[in-house]
């Protein structure tokens, strides 16, 4: 389970006022998807409804409060209103390598420092939520310029860069892994993330 505030944000839990706009969100063709991952499939509209049901059985179910959920939400401090998420995966889980990963689906709420706000949340929790982790790292590709930018803001290095390994409409470009260590975080944030905004 996770509730944690900052100046304007909020990362929580998925809640069941949550599933239309979610759904909507996952529609094709939204600005989002051409930046997040473009080169991985994004769910089909015969495939949105399962996924929303999975989601809404797994809120009547309740979070297990000893695990981290996978994904969740980035909510607005002022109306709780569901403006993104964002996430981890395992890169190794046999070496604890983790990535992070951040969506602000409305273009409209881009470069306005939300997504500052909630991927430096999302990192202090993981570092916090796994003690067992020495690193975090952030994959994108280079026509991804706003996440490259957060990367570097929040204190993240700029560790590979796989030349022209993602193709998005017929074009080559980079494949990127920024990284920062539990240690370089807690000397950029010595009293926490949210005590820094």
């Known amino acids: 389970m996770i509730y944690i505030e900052a100046a304007r944000l909020r990362l929580r839990d998925f809640k069941m006022e949550d599933l239309p706009i979610y759904a909507h969100w996952l529609l094709p063709d939204h600005e989002w998807q051409r930046l997040d991952g473009p080169y991985y499939s994004k769910p089909t509209l015969e495939q949105i409804p399962p996924l929303i049901e999975r989601l809404r059985q797994r809120i009547e179910q309740g979070s297990d409060s000893a695990r981290l959920s996978a994904q969740v939400a980035i909510a607005r401090r002022m109306d709780d209103a569901l403006l993104g998420t964002v996430s981890w995966y395992w890169i190794s889980e046999e070496t604890l390598w983790l990535a992070a990963g951040i969506v602000i689906?409305?273009?409209?709420?881009?470069?306005?420092?939300?997504?500052?706000?909630?991927?430096?949340?999302?990192?202090?929790?993981?570092?916090?939520r796994m003690p067992e982790i020495a690193r975090l790292d952030l994959q994108t590709?280079?026509?991804?310029?706003?996440?490259?930018?957060?990367?570097?803001?929040?204190?993240?290095?700029?560790?590979?860069?796989?030349?022209?390994?993602?193709?998005?409409?017929g074009t080559y470009y980079d494949g990127l892994g920024y990284g920062i260590l539990r240690e370089e975080w807690a000397a950029r944030y010595p009293e926490g993330f949210a005590q820094a905004l």
């Open 105 to 128: 689906y409305d273009p409209a709420l881009w470069r306005q420092g939300l997504g500052y706000e909630a991927l430096g949340l999302w990192t202090q929790v993981l570092f916090e």
């Open 141 to 169: 590709w280079s026509g991804n310029a706003g996440l490259m930018g957060l990367a570097c803001k929040l204190g993240y290095t700029q560790e590979a860069c796989f030349r022209k390994a993602r193709i998005v409409d």
